[in-house]
């Protein structure tokens, strides 16, 4: 079994900072392989943000947030973050960790939703401007 739980979400002003954490639980037969962060704001689609394989240098971010937000895993720890810096109001949404069972990352399969079946139960972020 696997079970992710974030936490970490808040209220900050556009330009402060935020840490997002999910704790990755893994029990019995269960496994994960890559990551990834996703966000919904409230009357969109929910969109990806972030994704991490191996090694954990290989990460990929959506456009809107290279350069200010950064993803890492936690070996040790199985902790997946995402240190978001420079926020602006348009990060303002609810964001979700998600864990494939497969590490391959290739054709840009990473942005997809139906990668992960593994999903935690969302933390809000609330940026005002």
Not at 62 to 91: C, H, P, W
């Amino acid at each position: 079994q696997v079970q992710l739980v974030e936490s970490g979400g808040g209220s900050v002003q556009a330009g402060g900072s935020l840490l997002l954490s999910c704790v990755v639980s893994v029990s019995g037969s269960g496994y994960t392989g890559k990551k990834a962060w996703f966000r919904q704001a409230t009357g969109k689609e929910r969109e990806w943000v972030a994704a991490i394989g191996t090694p954990r240098t290989n990460t990929r971010y959506e456009d809107s947030v290279q350069g200010r937000f950064t993803i890492s895993f936690d070996d040790a720890k199985s902790i997946l973050y995402l240190q978001m810096n420079n926020l602006k109001a348009e990060d303002t949404a609810r964001y979700y960790c998600a864990a494939s069972s497969q590490w391959w990352m290739s054709r840009e399969n990473w942005r997809r939703s139906d990668e992960y079946p593994y999903w935690g139960q969302g933390t809000q972020v609330t940026v005002s401007s």
